[in-house]
């Protein structure tokens, strides 16, 4: 059972930058696909990006395309999320998760979060 770990998160002013980090274990992580979500106050859990297995088809949500980079080293086990250009509304609880499937949007192993708070 894959067992995953969230770190980076912290407070950080709007328009910032953050990276976040999210370290595996078990002996899988490098053939499966992998995402990050997060969680707002008050709202439900929304997907932000995925990463394929071995790298190169990258996947992202509207809201953050174009300001969001995810990545994956598979030598570490790790997985990033590098965020730039960050929003107030973007403050938030950081998942990263397994995915099941190469084009689910929905994750099936989770890690337990990183908070992300963006002030003015």
């Known amino acids: 059972q894959v067992q995953l770990v969230e770190s980076g998160g912290g407070l950080v002013q709007a328009g910032g930058s953050l990276r976040l980090s999210c370290t595996a274990s078990?002996?899988?992580?490098?053939?499966?696909?992998m995402g990050w979500f997060r969680q707002a106050p008050g709202k439900e859990r929304e997907f932000v990006a995925r990463i394929s297995a071995n790298g190169p088809g990258r996947y992202y949500s509207d809201s953050v395309k174009g300001r969001f980079t995810i990545s994956r080293d598979n030598a570490k086990n790790t997985v990033y999320l590098q965020m730039n250009i960050l929003k107030l509304e973007e403050t938030a609880v950081y998942y990263c998760a397994v995915i099941p499937a190469p084009y689910s949007l929905t994750g099936d192993i989770w890690g337990q979060g990183t908070q992300v708070t963006v002030s003015t």
């Open positions: 078990g002996r899988t992580f490098s053939s499966r696909t």
